[in-house]
């Protein structure tokens, strides 16, 4: 593991860091800020992933975690969204391909050998942390905005036990119906749609729900918000009786100006959930 | 004026503007966030300068002050550190021509027709925001962040009675004994040395100081510490027994990282001036 880079932040530390993946099968960065209390022992995490188009670095410099995390005493991780490099295949279009790996494990040409975001943030990413850093991996909680909320929703469901609390700042609530997420899970997952289901937060709602507090904010303004179907989600959590709070903001849009504006409120409710 | 953009964001607007600017004798561009009290009678305003390559963006998105701010019920203005286009001159390096205005009228050929940031932002701008949206011009502070902290101080000597407030984070302070000035007093405003005394800090603190309070903030671990020389304004502030607050932040550098870490005590320092 290499250190690209630490900026002291709010009395803790910015860190970005690169590593050989096995999982996505080749270099891969990740963003990490640890609060000062890392010094003294290992501290609770909160995963963020992002959304199309973005790296490590977007949340990392836009989204304004690090002071309200640094309050809580919360070390953030911030994983790129694909794989990179001349090797992974890619696409011209900005929602396929590099930088929309939509957090699924691909099983279709060209994307199979490396476009594997379900194993690396699932399983390889939280190994090598744990292992490197001051981090408490019995608490961990996770959030994303758009492609990362699906991607904070769907793995909270699909690994039950991992995460204490989930939220999601305009997820892609339910891409087995949306542009947003047909035309990836094609291509990733190829056309038998039943091995879909588990990359959709609506139909994992009713099929397994979550055990713990889930929190998702989206903007009535939100360019994007026919192709994030917020409708499939709510009543898929109303159906199921799920505890959870899903608020629409007026006026908002899909921008970091978004996320940063909720972001206090996303931290203070992963962290009652970390600290219960 | 033409809007760029508007994007809800802490319960206010960060909107985007470009005008005709005929101080810059071009198109300008310059952010504004509007609390929500500007819905209801003009807000107070505080201005942050940008550094070195920077435009009306980075700290629009990277500084985390909108969330302080509407906090405190005050608009922030970003302008830009230069001309841009076309017609105005520029140079390969980082630190002359565009992004590098150093808020100075240049009067030497290339630079003199256009470059004349400080005409744009301590004349036309104010003129112009002061008229198209709700600011209260009785009531504005200052503050920036490199060249943008030499602008704040600067704007803020030789503007006497304008400014209730100025701060900075790692603020060029002694450009004319520094590498990060003399290079471009030289290029802007010719070889007479007597020309550049009014954009030195740490010149006009001995020479006139600033009737309120002041905050600075630099790092310890500034990568850029020696071309800053803190050391000056701290030597021209207790002469003088200027009001102020200069704090040397143990292991921060000079990136935005930095900035955000505090930029909620800069705007509360402003806030108590400006409601004063």
Redesign the interface.
């Known amino acids: 593991m290499q250190t690209q880079s630490e900026?002291?932040?709010?009395?803790g530390t910015?860190g970005v860091y690169t590593h050989a993946s096995e999982a996505c099968g080749c270099d891969m960065t990740f963003g990490l800020f640890l609060p000062a209390e890392a010094a003294d022992g290992p501290v609770p995490v909160l995963w963020y992933l992002s959304g199309l188009t973005c790296t490590h670095e977007n949340a990392m410099?836009?989204a304004?975690a690090?002071?309200w995390a640094a309050e809580q005493g919360i070390a953030l991780i911030f994983p790129d969204t694909s794989p990179r490099g001349e090797d992974a295949a890619d696409d011209e279009a900005y929602d396929l391909g590099k930088g929309a790996g939509f957090y699924v494990n691909a099983t279709e040409a060209p994307w199979a050998p490396h476009f594997r975001m379900w194993d690396y943030v699932a399983e390889e990413l939280p190994a090598l942390v744990g292992e490197n850093f001051a981090l408490d991996m019995e608490r961990q909680a996770i959030t994303g905005h758009s492609m990362g909320g699906h991607g904070a929703l769907t793995l909270a469901m699909g690994l039950p036990g991992r995460f204490r609390s989930v939220s999601a700042f305009a997820p892609i609530s339910n891409p087995t119906a949306s542009d947003w997420g047909r035309k990836q899970l094609n291509a990733y997952l190829g056309k038998d749609e039943s091995t879909w289901a588990r990359h959709d937060a609506s139909l994992q709602m009713a099929e397994v729900g979550f055990d713990g507090p889930i929190l998702c904010d989206t903007?009535t303004?939100d360019q994007f918000i026919d192709l994030l179907r917020p409708e499939a989600l709510a009543e898929a959590v109303a159906k199921r009786r799920q505890e959870a709070t899903l608020r629409l903001?007026k006026?908002?849009?899909h921008?970091?100006?978004?996320v940063?504006?909720f972001m206090?409120d996303h931290v203070t409710f992963h962290a009652e959930a970390l600290y219960a």
Chains 1, 2 share one sequence.
């Open positions: 900026n002291r932040c709010f009395g910015q410099v836009k304004g690090q002071g903007g303004d903001q006026g908002y849009d921008s970091y100006f978004f940063s504006t206090e």
